[in-house]
């Protein structure tokens, strides 16, 4: 059971070109998630799935594309690299928890992530 | 739109001391409070959580605490070891019963000395 994982791990990029990264996770989770991390911000998301074939914006989505054609994998796609996507992606995925009365909550495991530099 | 505020965003300890995160959060929807901790290098992991029926949660020499009418929640960590030495987020969510996400606290960077 390898959980998170992701690929590649370290990347550099020039301005303009694309890239893919890949999530991928082997315990049946409904959710997933892409993040970036930048010092003093914290996790920001970028796009959220909630199942196989569904996706939506999160807090920063510009400037990326997701895709999630198979349940277990989640991709992250840059079109067209800038210096400010500069960061460390995360990728995490989640199961629901649930109860009589509705839903309650969530615990994200999180992949080991992707180092990005755009230069 | 939804925020959560965190701190101290750096927090020195002797060892052996206790040391306290605080969190506050916008959104009075929110039922569920993770903290996770993240080493250096390393993924975040989650440490504890507690939701909105409970006041307090505790796990060994870690406890949460909520207080919902004031949209506060705090990490609690008795007895600090230097293995605790990490960068620690709080978060909120409303759940999946929304199709929401966790929105994460910036972090705060825990030393523990010698």
Redesign the interface.
């Known amino acids: 059971n390898a959980g998170v994982t992701q690929t590649p791990k370290f990347r550099v990029l020039k301005t303009g070109q694309s890239m893919t990264l890949l999530c991928a996770q082997d315990m049946n989770h409904e959710?997933m998630?892409w993040y970036r991390q930048d010092p003093?911000?914290?996790?920001?998301?970028i796009h959220?799935s909630?199942g196989e074939g569904t996706t939506?914006k999160?807090?920063v989505p510009d400037g990326y594309n997701v895709s999630r054609l198979k349940k277990q994998n989640f991709l992250l796609g840059l079109e067209s690299a800038a210096p400010s996507q500069t960061s460390v992606y995360?990728c995490a995925s989640s199961y629901?928890r649930s109860r009589v009365g509705?839903?309650?909550?969530?615990?994200?495991?999180?992949?080991?992530?992707t180092r990005l530099l755009v230069l | 739109?939804e925020n959560v505020e965190?701190h101290p965003?750096t927090l020195s300890v002797q060892e052996g001391d206790s040391a306290v995160i605080k969190c506050t959060y916008s959104d009075s929807a929110s039922?569920?409070f993770?903290w996770y901790k993240q080493e250096l290098g390393?993924?975040?992991?989650?440490i504890i959580?507690i939701?909105?029926n409970v006041g307090e949660k505790k796990d060994q020499r870690i406890a949460v605490t909520l207080n919902k009418t004031a949209k506060h929640f705090s990490l609690h960590i008795t007895e600090t070891q230097p293995e605790d030495s990490a960068v620690y987020?709080c978060a909120a969510?409303r759940?999946?019963?929304s199709?929401s996400?966790?929105?994460?606290?910036?972090?705060t960077r825990l030393s523990i000395r010698p």
């Open positions: 959710y998630y003093g911000m914290g996790l920001r998301l959220y909630v939506a999160g807090e995360f629901s509705g839903v309650i909550g969530e615990t994200q495991y999180f992949g080991p992530g | 739109g965190q965003s039922n569920y993770p390393k993924r975040p992991q989650l959580d939701r909105s987020f969510s759940g999946h019963s199709a996400k966790i929105i994460f606290g910036s972090g």
